[in-house]
């Protein structure tokens, strides 16, 4: 089965700081997804990725898929405190309809 | 769109009783999904629908668990009887089909005493 490696498991920057969360898969990624989660909520959609070198961004947020299908990154810049929560990948196989996360990144934003 | 709506929020219940948690899927979306959240494993898929039907319940923990479609706008997930262990977040998600984005649910809350 696909595993997905997320990190850093936890990550504590200053408001307005660059950050970066990075996924990795065991197996070719066929569908990336990141999702958002505060605490005691739902998972909100970021972002779905599916192509080799695939890049995506809404407004600080950039997710990206490398050539190979096997790591994405997300990053997101000038962080602000609204960007605080739990990152989560996903990812499903070839035609398979079965979504795996990641164990998440929580990001801490200082103000 | 009200998105995936899940029912109750939150539920506190004694071990041995019967929990049902219930799903509105968005409309239209061909595909459901049952998952549940815990510190120690995170998300875990249970079982997930396409048009009404189970497809693959091998995440499904054991026979106390059950879950249901019985029509294109409403699932159901059961555990009887229920036992601590059993205490998570469950959610509940649907897509529209292959390509696009997993919709959420806000989640129900369980607790087994």
């Known amino acids: 089965s696909q595993e997905l490696e997320q990190s850093p498991q936890s990550l504590i920057v200053q408001e307005g700081k660059n950050l970066t969360i990075n996924c990795t898969s065991s197996k070719t990624l066929y569908g990336l997804y990141w999702y958002k989660q505060k605490y005691g909520e739902g998972l909100i959609f970021l972002m779905m990725?599916?192509?080799?070198?695939e890049e995506k961004s809404h407004e600080k947020i950039t997710a990206k898929l490398d050539e190979k299908k096997q790591q994405s990154s997300l990053h997101i810049t000038a962080s602000q405190p609204s960007h605080a929560g739990i990152y989560l990948c996903?990812?499903?196989?070839?035609?398979?309809?079965?979504?795996?996360f990641g164990q998440g990144t929580r990001l801490t934003i200082n103000p | 769109d009200a998105g995936v709506i899940q029912s109750p929020r939150h539920e506190v219940t004694e071990m041995g009783q019967e929990v049902t948690l219930r799903c509105k899927p968005i409309s239209g979306h061909d595909y459901l999904f049952w998952y549940r959240q815990t510190m120690m494993r995170g998300l875990e898929l249970l079982i997930y629908?396409?048009?009404?039907?189970?497809?693959?319940d091998s995440g499904m923990p054991e026979d106390r668990f059950s879950a249901k479609m019985p029509n294109a706008s409403f699932s159901t997930l059961k555990i009887q009887p229920s036992e601590p262990r059993d205490s998570a977040v469950y959610f509940c998600?649907?897509?529209?089909?292959?390509?696009?984005?997993?919709?959420f649910g806000s989640g129900t809350r369980l607790t087994v005493v």
């Open positions: 629908f396409n048009n009404n039907v189970p497809i693959d």
């Open positions: 990725l599916q192509k080799g070198g």
């Open positions: 998600a649907s897509r529209l089909s292959a390509n696009y984005g997993y919709t």
């Open positions: 996903g990812a499903d196989g070839q035609g398979a309809q079965k979504l795996v």
